[in-house]
Structures are given as C-alpha cells and as structure tokens.
C-alpha cells in the first residue's frame, strides 16, 4: 500500500486510508521506528481493542488472576 500524506501547518498527516489502514483513531498515537530502509510506523492504542469485550461472557465473575481465583474458591465452598 502506497499513501500519499499532506502535512498540514500544524504538522499533522492527513490521510483518511493509513488511519483505517493502522486502525487508529483520535487519541492513539505512532511510534516511528528507524530500520535499515527507512521509518516503520507503528500504531500505539491507549487501551486494548478487546477491552470492551471484557466480562462479557462471563458475569458475575471478577476480572483478573487473583478475583479468579477467590471466585474458584467460593464455588469450592472454601
């Protein structure tokens, strides 16, 4: 994929196709990284794509290693 992008004078990238393309949105922000050829850009997310998922199969039940586990133990009746 080749994309032209104007740099406006406040030194944005406007390009509608590389902001559907990496999947970021207002608030996100890219990491340019040097390699041997040039820059790699890569897209940083504030929060995970999935973390509006979270919970969802599963209510009731607390989030993370440790509400796990006093879960499991509450249904082991310890």
Not at 24 to 42: C, I, M, P, T, Y
Not at 59 to 72: A, K, V
Request: charged residues 30%.
């Amino acid at each position: 994929m080749q994309e032209l992008a104007v740099i406006t004078s406040q030194g944005r990238a406007r390009s509608r196709e590389v902001r559907f393309a990496l999947g970021v949105k207002a608030g996100d922000s890219l990491l340019f990284e040097r390699d041997g050829q040039g820059f790699r850009v890569l897209a940083v997310s504030r929060e995970s794509t999935f973390s509006k998922y979270r919970g969802i199969g599963n209510p009731g039940i607390p989030f993370g290693r440790e509400g796990i586990r006093r879960w499991m133990l509450g249904m082991r009746g310890r």
